[in-house]
């Protein structure tokens, strides 16, 4: 799927030139400077009186909903703006058990965790919800296997100071079809996973210590 976005200044300035993804461009034209890393815009300034003195970065990072680089992401930038081409579409969706409210304790030694199915695209991201009982200093390593609680580690990321009922992320390459299994483990304080007592998943299962147990509250991103 090859989709591409443009974006334009008046009277830019001028010569032709295509950066490979995860390189910085940047636009201008003395009233507006407009800089970007692949398919992210991360710094806009003005100047009012359009001589070029920018003033302070006006935001943090703005990217396009729905949209993310891939290794064919290429930033062409000529006279009518810059021109990026060989993106992906992002779908996101949610993978929920109905009346999550059972927060599970994790403890020390354990592990708990949740397989799921994904049935076409590519998995880039998850997010898992974590109870951690009103505290801000619990930490966790969340993990993601091929297959179920014995299969291969794609990737894995320690949480530190997780904040209470917080949405807590891991990416990694994309990842097509097949069995995937998402694992809390090794962790400090008092940290759990959002579940049900109700087995409400039809396409996958939730463990404890690797073994079979009820479902548990799990949410990741597809790209198609």
């Given at each position: 799927?090859?989709?591409?976005?443009?974006?334009?200044?008046?009277t830019l300035m001028m010569g032709m030139a295509t950066l490979a993804c995860a390189q910085r461009w940047r636009l201008e034209n003395g009233h507006w400077s407009v800089e970007g890393n692949g398919s992210r815009v991360t710094s806009l300034r003005a100047d009012p009186s359009g001589q070029g003195h920018y003033g302070a970065n006006m935001l943090i990072s703005l990217g396009f909903r729905g949209l993310a680089d891939t290794e064919k992401t290429q930033v062409t930038i000529g006279p009518a703006g810059a021109e990026i081409t060989g993106l992906q579409a992002?779908?996101?969706?949610?993978?929920?058990?109905?009346?999550?409210?059972?927060?599970?304790?994790?403890?020390?030694?354990?592990?708990?965790?949740?397989?799921?199915?994904v049935a076409a695209g590519f998995v880039t991201a998850l997010e898992v919800l974590l109870p951690t009982w009103g505290t801000a200093q619990s930490s966790v390593t969340l993990s993601l296997r091929r297959?179920?609680?014995?299969?291969?580690?794609?990737?894995?990321?320690?949480?530190?100071?997780?904040?209470?009922?917080?949405?807590?992320s891991l990416t990694f390459p994309p990842q097509g079809p097949g069995e995937y299994y998402v694992e809390l483990s090794e962790p400090e304080g008092q940290i759990g996973w959002w579940s049900s007592r109700d087995k409400r998943y039809a396409d996958g299962q939730a463990y404890r210590d690797g073994r079979p147990h009820r479902s548990l509250y799990v949410g990741n991103r597809r790209t198609v």
């Open positions: 799927m090859g989709i591409s976005t443009r974006l334009a200044i008046p992002v779908e996101e969706y949610a993978i929920e058990v109905e009346n999550g409210g059972v927060p599970e304790l994790l403890q020390p030694g354990h592990t708990l965790g949740q397989s799921f199915r297959g179920g609680p014995d299969g291969e580690v794609i990737a894995a990321r320690r949480l530190e100071n997780v904040p209470d009922n917080s949405w807590q």
